[in-house]
C-alpha cells in the first residue's frame, strides 16, 4: 500500500512534466493534505508505480 513519507527529500535532477488539471489539483490535495511537498508526493508515486509494475514478459 502507499505510505507518504520524506525518503525522497532530496530530489536534484530537474524535469518538466505535463499533468491534466483534474490530476493536478488531486496531486495538490493529497500533498496538501500529508504536509509534503507536491513534488515529493509526485516522486513518491512514480516510485511507487515503478516498484509495483508487473516484469514485462519477453518475447521469443
Not at 20 to 37: D, M, R, Y
Request: charged content about 30%.
Amino acid at each position: 500500500m502507499f505510505k507518504v513519507d520524506n525518503e525522497l527529500k532530496n530530489a536534484t535532477v530537474s524535469r518538466t512534466v505535463r499533468f491534466t488539471e483534474p490530476l493536478f489539483e488531486k496531486l495538490n490535495e493529497v500533498a496538501a493534505e500529508n504536509g509534503i511537498s507536491f513534488n515529493l508526493l509526485v516522486l513518491q508515486c512514480c516510485k511507487y508505480a515503478l516498484e509495483d509494475m508487473e516484469p514485462k514478459q519477453k518475447e521469443d
